[in-house]
Structures are given as structure tokens and as C-alpha cells.
């Protein structure tokens, strides 16, 4: 026998061998559980990407509320500050105002006092002029009663 039909018999021995062991099977089956096991994967990733992208649009949906929220917070802020710019104005003006009377008040007040200091003043320097006067030129009885009624009568209508 030759090289090639010794080739021939092993080869068949060695199919034989493959047939006899279930190679075939055994490798069939092998590789259907990997293509399983693949799919498997594939069915969890697929699922993951799923909720992944449903926590995503989750995510972008808060941040959303959150900006929304944020900017009605910042624009309810805007409002209140400008009340209460408003507010601290009107107080501002009501202040001015009421300091402004009193002051006015005061300043009359402090007027009618210098006037009346003033006709006080020029009453006493009249009476004492006029005393001096008549006391030079009247004298007597009749000049200290002429002087008494004159200085009651320029009192009463100072008065």
C-alpha cells in the first residue's frame, strides 16, 4: 500500500473517530449556545440602550423643570425687587415730605417767635423811650399818671 491510501484509511479512521465521539453534534451544539448567548447579550444590551435612553429623556425632562422652575424663582425675584424698590420709594417720599412740614413748621414756628421777640423788644424799647420822654418833659403827679396810662395802653395793644 501507498502513502495515499494509508492517507485514505487514516482519514476515514479519523471521520470514523468524529462520527463515533458526536464531534459534529457536540461542535453544532457548542456553537448554537454561543449564538444564544450572543442573542442573550444582544437582547440586554438592546434593553439597557432602552432604559438608558428612558433615564435620558427623564433626565432632560427634570432639567427642563429644573430651568423652567429657575427662571420663574429669578423672574418671581425681579417682581418682589421691584415692589419693593417701589415701596422703599414711596416710604422715601412720604419721609422727605413729613421731614419737610416739620422742618417748614419749625422755620414758622421760629419766625413768629422772632417777630414776636422783635415786638416784644421794640415795645420795651418804646415804653422806655417814651418813660424817658415824658419823664423830661412831665413831671409830677401828672406826669407819672400820664406816664402809667401810656406805657398800659401801648401794653394792651402790643397784646
Same mark, same amino acid.
Given at each position: 500500500m501507498d502513502a495515499s491510501a494509508w492517507a485514505l484509511v487514516g482519514?476515514?479512521?479519523?471521520?470514523?473517530?468524529?462520527?463515533?465521539?458526536?464531534?459534529?453534534?457536540?461542535?453544532?451544539?457548542?456553537?448554537?449556545?454561543?449564538?444564544?448567548?450572543?442573542?442573550?447579550? /444582544?437582547? #440586554?444590551?438592546? %434593553?439597557? =440602550?432602552? &432604559? +438608558?435612553?428612558?433615564? /435620558?429623556? #427623564?433626565?432632560? %425632562?427634570? =432639567?427642563? &423643570? +429644573?430651568?423652567?422652575?429657575?427662571?420663574?424663582?429669578?423672574?418671581?425675584?425681579?417682581?418682589?425687587?421691584?415692589?419693593?424698590t417701589l415701596e422703599a420709594n414711596t416710604a422715601l417720599e412720604e419721609m422727605i415730605s413729613r421731614r419737610t412740614s416739620a422742618a417748614e413748621r419749625k422755620i414758622a414756628q421760629a419766625e413768629s417767635q422772632a417777630i414776636a421777640e422783635v415786638r416784644g423788644r421794640a415795645a420795651d424799647i418804646a415804653i422806655a423811650a417814651a418813660e424817658t420822654i415824658l419823664s423830661k418833659k412831665v413831671s409830677g403827679a401828672v406826669g407819672d399818671d400820664l406816664l402809667a396810662k401810656s406805657i398800659e395802653e401801648v401794653k394792651s395793644r402790643l397784646n
Open positions: 482519514l476515514v479512521i479519523f471521520l470514523g473517530l468524529i462520527a463515533y465521539f458526536k464531534i459534529p453534534a457536540t461542535i453544532g451544539a457548542s456553537l448554537d449556545k454561543r449564538a444564544d448567548t450572543i442573542r442573550k447579550e /444582544l437582547e #440586554d444590551a438592546r %434593553r439597557l =440602550r432602552e &432604559e +438608558a435612553q428612558a433615564l /435620558l429623556a #427623564d433626565y432632560q %425632562r427634570r =432639567r427642563q &423643570e +429644573a430651568v423652567s422652575e429657575a427662571e420663574g424663582i429669578v423672574a418671581e425675584a425681579k417682581r418682589e425687587a421691584d415692589r419693593l
